[in-house]
């Protein structure tokens, strides 16, 4: 039992750090370097998402720190026990689970299908070898801007569960 929580909770912390760290890295440098490049953009975002396979990182590092977590999550409150839910530590990992939870569906929902449509446009440009239309142009104006709402709140989301797993085991209440 000893080595199977040793394992999930290396599983689940290492997947955790480059989960978050890669998000807070993509909203903090990635996205505004790649905002500067101008035309260029297009093509750093490919190679980002194609070349790179910066979207399959993000899906393994999240659904791996999600299953591992919600092993933890179980035997730590020895089968879900009303006693330890209610416990500061329990209060303070199940907030933080329900943090990284939406978080991962912002992800899912939010960010992914506009990251998607993004590239679908981007392609398009680049076969048809010229500057945006005004549609085109238009069309990724929006979808920049929504996802970088949905970013905000997926950063903000992570670094919350972050801290609330680092303090949770030591509050006492
Ligand atoms: C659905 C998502 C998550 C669930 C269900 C979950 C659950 C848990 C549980 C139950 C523990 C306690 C493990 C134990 O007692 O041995 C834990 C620890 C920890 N989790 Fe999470 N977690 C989630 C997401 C995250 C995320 C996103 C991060 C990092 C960004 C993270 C970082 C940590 C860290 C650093 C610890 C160690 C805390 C300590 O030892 O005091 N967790 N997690």
Redesign the pocket.
């Known amino acids: 039992m000893a080595f199977l ?1 040793i394992l ?2 290396l599983i ?2 290492v997947a ?2 480059f ?2 760290g890669a998000a807070v890295a993509y909203f903090l440098y990635f996205e505004p370097t790649a905002k500067g490049l101008g035309p260029a953009r297009s093509k750093f975002m490919q190679d980002l998402v194609g070349t790179h396979r910066y979207p399959v990182f993000m899906n393994t590092s ?1 659904m791996l ?2 299953l ?3 092993a ?6 020895n089968g879900l026990s009303v006693a330890w839910i209610t416990s500061g ?1 329990g209060l303070g ?1 199940t907030l ?6 939406a ?2 569906g912002i992800g899912f929902f939010g960010i992914r299908p506009r990251a998607e449509r993004m590239g679908a446009v981007g392609a398009a440009m680049a076969k048809a070898g010229g500057p945006p239309t005004p549609e085109q142009g238009a069309e990724l104006g929006r979808l920049e801007a929504e996802m970088h709402a949905f970013e905000r709140w997926d950063v903000g989301l ?2 919350l ?2 801290a609330l ?6 509050l006492s209440f």
């Open positions: 929580i999930l909770r689940h912390i955790g750090a989960w978050a999240s720190c999600i591992a977590g919600l933890l999550y179980w035997f730590s409150s530590p990992f933080g689970s329900l943090a990284a939870l978080a991962f992570l670094v569960s972050l797993m680092a303090i949770s085991r030591y």
